[in-house]
């Protein structure tokens, strides 16, 4: 076989979701529709836990911090990719959810009910798991980084496309529409939600949130 796969994300050349689909014939294009840029910030509030919704949170977070953090502070993770990013920096998270909003919302109530919770994060945040959270816990947003979606970028026809981020397909669905023999793959729900609103009908969501899972609802779509 020989056509295209697009992701909404940049790929390590030993990436798994680039050696599966290259393994079946498919030429696979990597690339983010996002920029991102850090957002200075000064002071660190009095907090019992530091939720990471993502990779680049992390590394915003630690790259602007000036000083240190409060004793005590414990750490959390939306999933598994985002805890390896702790782990890099010598930090063993507390938490680590599944990497789905609603289930990551639901358990870490459990574990740090009552308490107060920072949330370092992008401007444009949609804050899923504080959303969710209600009033289980005491909820603090710290802008660590801008996030805004790319003004140029050239994608050709591809097969399949698959976003891991509501900006990422609202970046996408801004310069194309979606063609006959085009097949469309979610990370997670919210961004299969997004990309809903966005008028895409039918959407594959991968059943765990990792490149293993959108590799393999891919390959079941060809």
């Known amino acids: 076989m020989n056509f295209r796969i697009f992701i909404s994300r940049e790929l390590k050349e030993d990436s798994t979701f680039r050696t599966r689909l290259e393994a079946i014939g498919a030429e696979v294009i ?19 836990w530091i939720f990471f919704y993502s990779k680049k949170a992390v590394r915003f977070f630690f ?19 985002t805890a390896a990013a702790l782990a890099s920096r010598g930090i063993t998270p507390d938490f680590i959810g599944a990497g789905e909003p609603e289930g990551v919302a639901e358990a870490f109530a459990r574990e740090a009910a009552g308490q107060r919770v920072l949330f370092p994060q992008a401007r444009q945040s949609r804050q ?27 994608i050709p026809f591809c097969r399949a496309l ?13 310069k194309y529409t979606l063609q006959p ?3 469309v793959v979610a990370i997670g729900r919210t961004t299969a939600e997004a990309l809903r609103r966005l008028g895409v009908e039918e959407v594959a969501v991968a059943e765990e949130p990792s490149e293993e899972g959108l590799a393999e609802v891919v390959v079941s779509l060809l």
């Open 63 to 81: 790259e602007g911090l000036e000083g240190g953090l409060h004793a005590g502070v414990k750490w959390a993770a939306l999933g598994k990719g």
């Open 30 to 48: 990597g690339q983010s529709l996002i920029e991102f840029a850090p957002a200075a910030f000064e002071y660190i509030p009095p907090c019992d």
């Open 162 to 174: 698959v976003f891991t981020s509501p900006l990422n397909a609202e970046a996408y669905f801004g």
């Open 128 to 154: 899923s798991v504080q959303q969710l959270l209600g009033g289980a816990l005491q909820a603090v947003s710290l802008v660590v980084y801008d996030n805004r979606p790319r003004q140029s970028f050239d």
């Open 181 to 183: 023999g085009q097949s």
